[in-house]
């Protein structure tokens, strides 16, 4: 059973930075898309970032250049690293993985950014 587990959120002030990981198996991080996605209160899920299997990556506007996602295969983790933190990217932050036949989620870890 695929599981993902998120780890790093917390409070941080606004123009600071945070890491965000994912943590699951490394043949699923070899072989899928991962994504990071989040969601702030009232809002729906949003895109942040995702990654493939060859290490191509994809930004939601509202974070390019801010944020970069990156992951390694060995450790079967793919991590956020979000600089230049502001007060609207406040939200729990979401693991994801397509496999094909189904989507897999994580827990979900929150982020605070206070203005």
């Known amino acids: 059973q695929v599981q993902l587990v998120e780890s790093g959120g917390g409070l941080v002030q606004a123009g600071g930075s945070l890491r965000l990981s994912c943590a699951t198996s490394?043949?699923?991080?070899?072989?899928?898309?991962m994504g990071w996605y989040r969601q702030a209160p009232g809002k729906q899920r949003e895109l942040v970032a995702t990654i493939t299997n060859r290490g191509n990556t994809y930004y939601g506007e509202p974070v390019t250049g801010r944020f970069t996602i990156s992951r390694d295969n060995a450790k079967g983790t793919v991590d956020l690293q979000m600089n230049s933190l502001k007060a609207e990217d406040t939200a729990v932050y979401y693991c994801?993985?397509?496999?094909?036949?189904?989507?897999?989620w994580g827990q979900g870890t929150q982020v605070a950014v206070s203005s």
């Open positions: 490394g043949s699923i991080v070899g072989i899928y898309t």
């Open positions: 994801n993985v397509d496999l094909g036949s189904r989507v897999i």
